[in-house]
């Protein structure tokens, strides 16, 4: 088919499609200890992308990620949260991790008495040995060192991170939520969590991180800023890493305020 020149202006014109959704929270607010925490938010999290999500403390970003997985104190919000287009308030933490969601906590826990093979095989998808031994590999964990050592406190918080990442490897799941991956490990630890981010996205999942760090919103593809619990801007990490070099105490300073605008204006 040949087509004419403004045709072809036209085609160049036309808005290139967003990539689908997976995760979406709409118009959700909830308090807590009588103080509004997220106040209308609404955000989309595409399909296979690793998202970031930044702004100062007290934003309301891990707040967000506790709604989405249902933690108790956490479900008496307003608004929806929908998987795949379809509304999961109603759903335990069970229930959503069931559906495919996991959330890697910034202080993973201990299990006194429980061996690592038994944590990942509870987790896995696939519970063969093979398995096991691959994930903790993928985390430049010796399996014959660690299958068989408890998830107590004999572990480094390096070594229980690792040890969770390669729990989230072998659950395969759709969306893996990670609230401060750096918070409290080395470089060394902090460079396999950057290679299991990459890992998850090739396992197919969606990969939003929570973060204050340059480094970690690097590791992204696409990126949030969140400010008193609303989203204020969104784009490409290079965009919303001059929030970094622009640190704000509160919204109305001059920092978010300029970026936000440039949103309205862009």
């Known amino acids: 088919m040949n087509l004419t020149r403004c ?15 997976v995760l979406e929270l709409r118009d959700v607010s909830i308090e807590l200890g009588g103080k509004p925490i997220l106040n209308h938010l609404s955000i989309e999290f595409w399909a296979g992308h690793v998202h970031a999500v930044v702004g100062p403390n007290g934003a309301g970003k891990s707040t967000m990620a506790n709604v989405i997985m249902g933690l108790a104190g956490y479900t008496h919000h307003t608004g929806d949260v929908l998987l795949d287009g379809e509304p999961i308030n109603h759903l335990s933490v069970d229930q959503r991790a069931r559906r495919g969601i996991t959330l890697a906590w910034q202080e993973p826990a201990r299990f006194e008495g429980l061996r690592v093979r038994s944590f990942l095989r509870a987790a896995a998808r696939v519970k063969s040995e093979e398995r096991l031994r691959f994930a903790l590999e993928q985390v430049d964990l010796s ?13 480094s918080g390096g070594e229980r991170k690792r040890i969770e990442l390669a729990s989230i490897l072998v659950m395969e799941p759709k969306v893996v939520l990670m609230d401060e991956p750096d918070s409290g490990i080395d470089v060394e630890a902090l ?54 070099g622009q640190r704000c105490q509160a919204c109305e300073d001059v920092s978010l305020e300029h970026i936000a605008m440039e949103e309205v204006q862009g």
């Open 191 to 244: 460079q396999r969590i950057f290679d299991a981010m990459r890992l998850f996205r090739e396992q197919g999942a969606t990969v939003i991180t929570i973060t204050h760090s340059q480094a970690v919103l690097e590791q992204t593809e696409h990126a949030f800023l969140f400010c008193c619990g609303q989203l204020v801007n969104k784009g490409s990490v290079e965009k919303i890493s001059r929030y970094f």
């Open 143 to 155: 399996p014959d060192k660690y299958l068989d050592r408890a998830v107590d406190s004999t572990l």
């Open 7 to 21: 045709e072809m202006g036209n085609r160049q014109l036309m808005p290139q499609s967003e990539p689908a959704t």
